[in-house]
């Protein structure tokens, strides 16, 4: 079964440093999102991307969350100037366009701000 | 605004025993509902949605739109059944962003 890869597994950074998380979605999937859970809070919607531009985007996705969809394959997270409470786990997901189809998860990144 | 309410963050129970995970939800049109659960190191996999009515690993959910509720069931709890439960609700329309609740995990004991 195809599956939402993430890479790297755990990022460690050090504050005010950019950072670039990895997700490669579902081959045939249009609908791409970020999400993050900071420890032991619930899951959090970042963003979501449809057609080579942001659909929807949070409160949280402020002026230092940037995502691209550069190649055609990978999705990625840019965090710049990284500050300690963007410390988190930050999940990759993606849909297929049919309506009603559900969000498939990556692994997620661990991502730790020193 | 949307959102979902899971009020155990902890539920342990012993095998062969039922398990109810409750979820309630607040959201002004007509939702979907789905249940994610997440094993010991593995990525939130999606186990139910209320939309295909099915029932997996033995676990069903009704949404109740009077109650606003989508409580996950099982009549007997196996230790695999032991993880972290996530209920989640999208709008019916749109990019359907997902809100979660803060997750109840399941202790099975044997």
């Known amino acids: 079964e195809p599956e939402v890869t993430q890479t790297p597994s755990h990022q460690v950074t050090q504050m005010g440093q950019e950072v670039i998380l990895r997700c490669v979605p579902i081959s045939n999937h249009l609908y791409f999102y970020w999400y993050r859970q900071i420890l032991g809070q619930k899951v959090e919607f970042l963003v979501s991307f449809y057609n080579n531009e942001i659909s929807e985007k949070s409160e949280i996705f402020d002026d230092q969350f940037s995502v691209e969809r550069p190649d055609g394959s990978n999705f990625t997270l840019k965090i710049r100037s990284t500050k300690l409470e963007d410390s988190a786990m930050y999940f990759c997901?993606?849909?297929?366009?049919?309506?009603?189809?559900?969000?498939?998860f990556g692994d997620g990144t661990r991502l730790s701000i020193l | 605004a949307q959102r979902v309410t899971q009020p155990e963050k902890l539920l342990s129970v012993f095998k062969g025993a039922p398990v109810e995970l409750k979820c309630n939800y607040s959201y002004s049109g007509s939702p979907e509902l789905f249940w994610y659960v997440q094993y010991s190191r593995q990525r939130l996999q999606l186990l139910l949605r209320?939309?295909s009515r099915e029932s997996i690993k033995g676990f069903t959910a009704d949404l109740n739109k009077g109650e606003t509720s989508f409580h996950l069931k099982k009549p007997f709890a196996q230790e695999e059944d032991s993880a972290m439960y996530y209920c989640a609700l999208s709008p019916s329309t749109g990019r359907r962003a997902l809100t979660f609740g803060s997750g109840t995990r399941l202790q099975v004991q044997p």
């Open positions: 209320h939309i």
């Open positions: 997901a993606s849909r297929g366009g049919q309506g009603g189809q559900p969000q498939h």
